[in-house]
């Protein structure tokens, strides 16, 4: 069932237009109207405010748009913030810098509000606010991972500053915010349930597992290879932070009616028509009602996917036909199966030759800039056949997006072993061996077993698992930049499927190389807008 708590009343559309009213970023909301005890008064009240920092805790629309700031996806239709920033051509105006700073921060507010408050609230029990402090903490501690992970050192603070104090705050180091982070999140894993102690009316609350995984990434991003092993670790081989395992179908991991399955450690929730999200209107295929194709996944990202029999694919191997199977689950490509919400299956034809099946909108390749795909492919992964995973028969969806998820884990501790220079047969089939069982890969020794090598060739073994049994949920950016690879694969011309007959046959359509300069991009820019009202904010070199 849909937790109820996501779903937004009264008090919390109060709450979102006042948190929308600030005009400096950092003192975003007006407390004085709802922080003395004419408000606190409730547990329903607190609960409005704390319903208000889970939604502000991410977006479905950076979910999805970071995947335009790697090379798993292209934009090809208009130009978005993030395809600025793809190119290396962004500076400190640009919207999605100044969006995320103002974001991050507003939800930070809403968590420092709740912090001072709830406190008043005499009707609830220490323990119950015990647990929705440790709720908001892990909430603050995920923003400020973000901020500190995109602009490295950010303003930090623990409390609800005042108008003044946020026209002077200074930056805090990035080591300092990270060792913080990491102590609030052991912190709020002492408190917070693990994920069987919670009713089903309360599925997707933040659970003592989620601190854990999270911590975990934290230390991914830091390269803290023994933390990361310590820390996957408590969720691997122990119950203690909750019993999680893989779902056993990849493609239905990500329908509605396996959400809150036991792969999903933090996922963000939607609930049907009070809130929902519609992003994939810009993403599935035309012949499925969608309204344009925004952005699609590279033919780099399609030949990163192996063999079935975990051979690498090969221009001698079929284009499609026996790959591993979470290529066919995650997107569309020329002659894929695609099932409408009636249960009508039919053939998406792509290849500009193709002929599109009757009744159906085009969705053959048409060169840059049109409403069809700029790549020759769509999304698949997320677009559940469900009618009832959306509001009536539009594409506004109410399926939980994915978070963190256990094979997240198991690839975060095959990754740290590996560095640690622990790679061994045993971790192997606790990590990618059962990712690929999973997954669907023949059973033989080159798809399931320790392939011979070294450290170097594990890496990339384990990186390219990465990159595929995650792709499109919006992580490929961090990776390519904590292993400082952005400068190289954001700066070599990608290409889409071989539709492009510009030359007299048919070849790779190509995309334009970005420009990553490595001294400069691998931090954002301050936003200007901060800048002009807060001096005392430096910016990152090179903007």
């Known amino acids: 069932m849909k937790m109820k708590f996501a779903e937004m009343g009264p008090v919390t559309i109060l709450l979102m237009a006042l948190l929308l009213n600030g005009c400096v970023k950092l003192d975003v909301v007006p407390t004085n109207k709802f922080t003395d005890e004419t408000y606190w008064t409730t547990e329903d009240k607190a609960n409005s405010v704390l319903n208000m920092a889970y939604r502000q805790l991410f977006t479905n629309d950076y979910f999805m748009l970071n995947e335009i700031l790697s090379d798993n996806v292209y934009n090809g239709y208009g130009t978005t913030s993030e395809k600025v920033i793809a190119l290396g051509l962004a500076d400190a105006s640009n919207a999605r810098f100044a969006d995320e700073w103002k974001a991050c921060y507003g939800g930070i507010k809403t968590c420092h509000t709740f912090l001072a408050n709830i406190d008043r609230v005499t009707t609830m029990s220490e323990e119950l606010k015990n647990k929705r402090k440790a709720e908001i903490r892990f909430i603050r501690a995920w923003l400020f991972l973000e901020l500190t992970t995109w ?20 930056r805090t180091s990035h080591e300092e915010i990270m ?26 609350r933040i659970t003592n597992g989620a601190a854990v995984a999270l911590n975990a990434r934290a230390y991914l991003y830091e390269s803290n290879w023994a933390k990361v092993a310590e820390y996957c670790n408590k969720l691997i081989n122990s119950t203690t932070y909750g019993t999680y395992s893989l779902f056993p179908n990849y ?7 396996n959400e809150y399955n036991p792969e999903i450690i933090l996922s963000l929730q939607y609930v049907p028509v009070n809130r929902t999200w519609g992003n994939l209107v810009d993403y599935a295929p035309m012949s499925a009602n969608a309204r344009l194709c925004l952005a699609a996944p590279t033919q780099e990202l399609v030949n990163s996917y192996l063999m079935k029999n975990g051979h690498k694919w090969t221009a001698a191997d079929p284009d499609y ?35 599109t099946p009757p009744n159906k909108i085009s969705d053959k390749y048409t060169g840059a800039g049109t409403a069809q795909t700029p790549t020759g492919y769509y999304y698949r ?9 959306y509001t009536g028969g539009s594409w506004e969806s109410n399926l939980n997006l994915p978070l963190i998820r256990f094979a997240d884990v198991l690839l975060m501790y095959a990754e740290a072993k590996n560095e640690l220079n622990e790679m061994n047969p045993t971790v192997w089939e606790q990590t990618i061996k059962k990712l690929r069982q999973r997954a669907g890969f023949d059973n033989t020794a080159e798809a399931m077993d320790l392939p011979g090598g070294d450290q170097a060739v ?17 992580l490929r950016i961090f990776d390519i930049r904590r292993w400082k690879t952005a400068e190289s694969v954001l700066t070599q011309e990608r290409h889409g499927a071989k539709f492009d007959k510009s030359s007299g046959s048919y070849d790779y359509i190509k995309i334009p190389a970005g420009s990553f300069n490595r001294n400069r991009d691998y931090l954002w820019a301050i936003p200007r807008a901060e800048r002009l009202l807060n001096s005392n904010l430096t910016q990152n070199e090179g903007y």
Not at 251 to 257: G, I, N, P, R, T
Not at 462 to 470: A, F, K, P
Request: charged share 30%; hydrophobic share 40%.
């Open 179 to 204: 060792a913080w982070i990491h102590q609030e999140l052991d912190e709020v894993a002492a408190v917070l349930p693990k994920r069987e102690d919670y009713a089903a009316a309360d599925n997707g």
């Open 458 to 474: 594990w890496r990339e073994v384990i990186r390219n698992e990465r990159r595929v049994e995650l792709a499109l949920e919006g």
């Open 251 to 257: 493609e239905q991991l990500f329908w509605v009616k």
């Open 321 to 355: 036909a026996n790959r591993d199977p979470r290529m066919g689950a995650t997107m569309v490509y020329d002659g894929a199966t695609w099932i409408d919400r009636s249960g009508n299956a039919y053939p998406v034809v792509i290849h500009p030759d193709g002929t």
């Open 151 to 170: 602009y490295g050192d950010v303003p930090h603070f623990t409390r609800d500053i005042s108008l003044t104090e946020s026209k002077t705050v200074t």
């Open 381 to 389: 992964k997320f677009c559940d056949p469900d009618p009832a995973a």
